[in-house]
């Protein structure tokens, strides 16, 4: 670790094992376990704001009380100053509190109300006996007087107080430990936008004076412009993108990361009646993630199969018929037939129906009877076999291999087959769609 790397994630794990049904276990099933983060790397240099973003649900959060140890990793390891803080015993993590230190996205919440405001700000320095009672008293009220409240202020409970205000209570708690690194978990996700712009400045302002170092959460991609110094855009427990701000935000090169800044609201009038092309589609189970690229299944630039020609939109479209009947098949039984049905026009119209529901028109090419049969094969609830139709005749080499990250230069980095010079060959082997590079 360079030493101006303050902290460094190696190949970050957190599964979560789900306890199993009564059914499950009557039946020996096996619930597959959420993957919320899998196999994330990053370091943070010392002094910067490093933001991490990405849809709801995706792992940030989880990524963040990984680092402190909040939650218990599965696998990689963090360093803090080339100190693995996952091979620290109690004590030795104790004393590292003090250096590390978190901001939560609900101030009420993560506040206790049968405590007054100088009970929780004094708590840290309780905690690590730090200081006599009286310095304690005057390490809060400078403390409290730094982020905007007053010493009047300091009998208060958290009731008492405004949202903005609360949080600045949080930020004063996270600080006056005096730590090096601050993780801010959505910190004014939850408050006004007038007042998130004063929390966002005091921010600012802290950092400078104190020298910190910042791991900024969150989705809202305005806020994160406006206060971070580089960005990670994270998907289904996987990073897609890393880089500068504002080179990710000028020049983004994931797909994924196109199609969230495409979704920010725009202010300039000249804009409003643009067609906003955002990321479509559900977002798949982490349970159950999809084989190579996590995104390949809602992604618009998908690559086709060297073979054929699609239009794009009809080529994801049989991507997501693809993925459908490998997942989640019971969602397609609405157009199925029963057993003992063989009227050919009977399942013709229901395979059309299901063409029709997934966007794939007639074709005038070789591509046309794979479709077609597929679709037949799906009506008669032959799912597995319709699935090993589409994927013998469509593969990407977006589903079959599992792209890394790779260096595109200036600090920036960026998991897409798109940006490789020369991708990886598609396995030769009749079931390769349905292997996994990483098992």
């Known amino acids: 670790m360079s030493s101006d790397t303050l902290v460094s994630v190696e190949d970050l794990e957190k599964h979560f094992d789900p306890e199993d049904s009564f059914l499950d276990k009557l039946l020996n099933l096996e619930t597959p376990p959420v993957q919320a983060v899998d196999g994330v790397s990053f370091d943070i240099k010392r002094g910067e704001t490093f933001g991490l973003v990405g849809e709801s649900g995706c792992g940030k959060s989880t990524i963040g009380k990984t680092i402190l140890r909040l939650l218990e990793p599965t696998g990689g390891a963090t360093y803090f100053e080339d100190e693995n803080i ?27 109300p049968r405590l007054t405001v100088g009970e929780i700000v004094r708590e840290p320095l309780d905690i690590h006996d730090i200081g006599t009672k009286a310095e304690r008293r005057e390490k809060v009220v400078a403390m409290l007087e730094r982020v905007g409240l007053s010493e009047d202020q300091i009998d208060r409970y958290p009731r008492e107080f405004s949202g903005g205000q609360r949080q600045r209570i949080c930020i004063a708690r996270a600080l006056v430990l005096e730590p090096e690194f601050i993780l801010l978990d959505e910190p004014v996700s939850a408050l006004d936008v007038s007042v998130q712009a004063q929390v966002l400045n005091l921010l600012d302002d802290l950092q400078k004076e104190f020298g910190l170092t910042y791991l900024f959460i969150a989705h809202d991609l305005g806020v994160v412009r406006y206060i971070c110094d580089r960005v990670a855009v994270m998907y289904l427990g996987r990073l897609v993108e890393i880089g500068p701000t504002d080179m990710i935000f000028d020049d983004p090169q ?34 159950n993630p999809p084989n190579g690229c996590r995104f390949h299944t809602r992604c618009r630039d998908v690559i086709q199969p060297p073979d054929f020609e699609f239009e794009q939109e009809t080529w994801q479209n049989l991507v997501t018929l693809q993925h459908r009947l490998e997942t989640n098949p019971r969602s397609l039984s609405e157009y199925t037939i029963d ?29 046309e009877s794979v479709i077609n049969k597929a679709a037949h094969l799906a009506v008669q609830g032959n799912f597995s076999e319709a699935h090993q139709t589409l994927n013998n005749a469509f593969t990407t080499i977006c589903r079959t291999r599992d792209p890394s990250g790779i260096d595109i230069g200036e600090d920036r980095e960026v998991a897409c087959f798109l940006c490789y010079d020369e991708p990886p060959s598609i396995p030769k082997t009749p079931d390769a769609s349905t292997e996994n590079d990483n098992d």
């Open 86 to 112: 996952y091979e620290m015993d109690k004590s030795e993590l104790n004393t590292l509190r003090q250096d590390i230190q978190i901001v939560f996205q609900d101030p009420f919440s993560s506040l206790n």
């Open 254 to 287: 994931h797909p994924y990361t196109r199609a969230l800044l495409e979704s920010i609201p725009r202010a300039d009038l000249q804009e409003q009646h643009r067609t906003i092309e955002g990321v479509s589609g559900d977002v798949p189970s982490p349970r």
């Open 339 to 367: 057993e003992d049905t063989s009227d050919k026009e009977t399942i013709a119209r229901h395979a059309s129906r299901i063409r029709e529901v997934f966007g794939l028109p007639t074709l005038n090419s070789d591509a």
